[in-house]
Structures are given as structure tokens and as C-alpha cells.
């Protein structure tokens, strides 16, 4: 039998570290509504401060996939990639948008 667990948990922005939520055991998987990624006139002011907290929760986190909502900047989501591919993690950004 296959376990499959959703994970959903907040973060304050001022966070330096997450606390495990996956393990090694189980697949895990969690979403998240980053809340206009990459778009600092809707969103957070800080471009790079706001992609290095989410790089630091991915990393942290333990989850196997994420399902993540309001990436609106493809630069920046690309930008996030590469900062994760030496952790082994890869994405797909979908191609429509809504306003």
C-alpha cells in the first residue's frame, strides 16, 4: 500500500530556517500560493529576498513536490530553478495565466 500525504504549512517571511515536514519514508507533497512571485508592484518589494525564502523553505522543507501557485514572472521562476538544480529539483511552469 502507497501512503500519499498533503502537506500545507506557513512560513513568516522573516524565517531563516524551516523545520522538516517530509520524510524519507512517505512521498510527500505540498502546495503553495507564493502570492505573485516575481511581481514586486502587486507582490513582496523584494525580488531576491522573496526568491531566496522560497529556495530556503524548498530546501528545508523535505517535500518531494510542490504544487505552487502565482509564479507570475518567468525570469524570476527560472532564476529559482537554477538556484535549486544543484538540490536535485526541476519544474514545469504552466503556460497560462489569469488577471
Known amino acids: 500500500r502507497r501512503l500519499l500525504f498533503l502537506l500545507l504549512f506557513a512560513v513568516p517571511a522573516a524565517a531563516q530556517t524551516v523545520p522538516p515536514r517530509g520524510s524519507d519514508a512517505t512521498f510527500d507533497v505540498a502546495a ?11 507582490g513582496p518589494s523584494n525580488d531576491v529576498l522573496q526568491r531566496q525564502n522560497v529556495g530556503a523553505v524548498v530546501r ?8 505552487m501557485q502565482e509564479m507570475t514572472d ?3 521562476w527560472q532564476t529559482l ?12 511552469l504552466g503556460p497560462s495565466v489569469s488577471s
Do not use: K
Open 81 to 92: 530553478l537554477a538556484d535549486l538544480a544543484a538540490d536535485g529539483y526541476a519544474g514545469v
Open 74 to 76: 518567468t525570469a524570476a
Open 60 to 67: 528545508q522543507a523535505g517535500i518531494d513536490l510542490w504544487a
Open 32 to 42: 503553495w500560493n507564493v502570492t505573485f512571485f516575481g511581481y514586486p508592484s502587486a
